[in-house]
């Protein structure tokens, strides 16, 4: 099989895979602040949450399920800024994602990726890189909602945890995205082999 990759290429399309992969595990898993409520682990994503309150009517009481789901409907995340958080990240994810798939799939083919197609290809990586980074800095502003509050002993706010902290999903998103707008970027510069010149 040709390849239309340098060494280089080779490298950068691996690593593009993983950062794409890591960015968009950390984005589905629900464990980006941990905390509890009613003395039950507690974790919140951007659009998904593990264990909730839920009314027993046998029992006539409040009790938490302790069962990880996304919410009902967009309206239903704590706060706009999860919503926008949302979007922005799911849309960088998506990109890294594209890109890490074209890259692949130069290792294969040739002729598909040129210099000017990897640098464009990088610059594309630096965008989702950059809407993922602003999704993970947006997300501390709706730790003022109620719901987080609730979980965080009614002691956090915009950039404070009070007593909750944050989970491995937001680190493994926001490195994915940095090590993609950092290094994938340079790399992407080098990926592409020189077009052959045909004499038409």
């Known amino acids: 099989m040709a390849s ?6 080779v490298i950068w399309a691996l690593l593009s895979l993983l950062c794409a992969a890591a960015s968009c595990v950390g ?9 509890t409520q009613m003395d039950k682990p507690v974790s919140f994503g951007t659009f998904r949450r593990c264990s909730y309150p839920v009314r027993d009517e046998e029992r006539q009481a ?4 302790e069962q990880c789901g996304r919410y009902a409907s967009f309206h239903g995340i704590p706060s706009l800024e999860w919503r926008i ?9 998506g990109l890294l994602l594209l890109v890490a798939l074209t890259a692949l ?4 083919i040739s002729d598909l990726i040129s210099r000017t197609i990897g640098r464009v290809a ?4 630096f965008v989702g890189g950059l809407l993922i980074g602003s999704g993970c800095a947006l997300y501390p502003l709706g730790w003022d909602s109620e719901e987080v509050q ?3 002993n009614n002691s956090s706010d915009q950039f404070q945890l009070g007593s909750c902290q944050i989970g491995w999903a937001y680190y493994c ?3 994915g995205a940095a090590v993609a707008m950092l290094l994938c970027t340079w790399l992407s510069c080098f990926a592409g082999k020189k077009q052959k010149q045909y004499p038409y």
């Open 4 to 9: 239309s990759l340098t060494c280089t290429g």
């Open 27 to 35: 984005f589905f898993m629900p464990y980006w602040l941990l905390g």
């Open 62 to 65: 409040t009790v938490m399920l």
């Open 85 to 93: 958080c949302t979007v922005v990240t799911g849309v960088g994810c």
């Open 105 to 108: 799939m130069g290792c294969c």
């Open 122 to 125: 990088g610059g594309i990586q």
């Open 150 to 152: 609730q979980t965080c």
């Open 173 to 175: 998103t926001g490195a």
